[in-house]
């Protein structure tokens, strides 16, 4: 299982977060103030239609955690508001009700509850709510985000990694395996479209949670460069790189490797470590 790293016990300047100030309750809150911007921008296109896709997704969440604390004594945590707008910013103008409520459920029952909460899981509830979506409604297309979704993603992108609650080794490695992997196997990739469209706010909040990505700085890398080689394998030639079915396949699968890859990456240290000390 991938815990939630972030908030354990270290020291020194060289850790992969900040330690000490950091607590699960100001991450989140730190987290859902980085969403304000994207929401409102999301808000302001789709105008009060979005109002009712976010109450419902508000209530789903809350709701099926309020059920899990109460039978499984689990602590109850506001990390569902963040699952909650981050699915309300990419899909909650484009599903209908019913499949929103009903992916959303999924993956938040079978992405974060089921494993005991947020960071005893190895996968993010959006990802596995918008995966859910994609196979069981492929006639649901997501429509472009909306025209300042990007620019409103940059402040709370550069508080998180300035803040180094998301590693930007994640975002680097996702960045560089995307335009190699394009330029290498001739898999046209429209470059442009990272600084347009859902690349930015789905990269950041989703690919780089700490919660459900790689925890050591080397397996970081290598779980960014993984995920965004399979953007290019889902794309393929001539699409997109901001479209939101490539991303969210890429991160669901980058999800899984995770634990596996920092395995790996501790296995090596310890194996490197026992030749040099004999």
Do not use: H
């Not at 039978?71 to 103008?93: D, N, T, Y």
């Amino acid at each position: 299982m991938n815990l939630y790293r972030p908030f354990s016990v270290s020291s020194g300047s060289n850790a992969p977060y900040m330690r000490g100030f950091w607590s699960y309750e100001r991450a989140t809150w730190a987290t859902l103030f980085c969403l304000i911007p994207p929401l409102v921008a999301t808000l302001w296109e789709n105008g009060g239609a979005l109002f009712p896709a976010l109450v419902l997704s508000v209530i789903t969440v809350v709701g099926w955690q309020a059920l899990f604390v109460a039978r499984r004594k689990i602590p109850q945590r506001r990390g569902v508001l963040v699952s909650a707008v981050i699915f309300v910013v990419i899909a909650g103008g484009d599903a209908p009700l019913f499949p929103a409520v009903l992916g959303l459920s999924f993956g938040i029952i079978l992405g974060e509850l089921v494993f005991g909460g947020r960071g005893f899981s190895f996968l993010n509830p959006v990802v596995v709510a918008l995966a859910f979506i994609i196979f069981a409604y492929p006639t649901i297309t997501f429509s472009s985000p909306a025209d300042w979704l990007t620019y409103a993603s940059i402040p709370g992108a550069v508080f998180l990694i300035v803040s180094r609650l998301v590693s930007w080794r994640m975002l680097a490695g996702f960045v560089v395996s995307l335009i190699a992997t394009s330029s290498l196997f001739g898999a046209v990739i429209d470059l442009g479209s990272l600084t347009q469209g859902y690349f930015l706010f789905i990269v950041i909040f989703l690919a780089c949670d700490p919660a459900t990505s790689a925890c050591t700085n080397s397996g970081r890398w290598a779980n960014g460069i993984l995920s965004g080689f399979l953007v290019c394998v889902f794309t393929g030639s001539g699409g997109a790189a901001n479209e939101v079915q490539p991303l969210i396949m890429a991160i669901f699968l980058g999800s899984i490797f995770a634990p596996l890859i920092d395995r790996i990456v501790v296995e090596i240290n310890v194996f490197m470590r026992s030749r040099r000390n004999g």
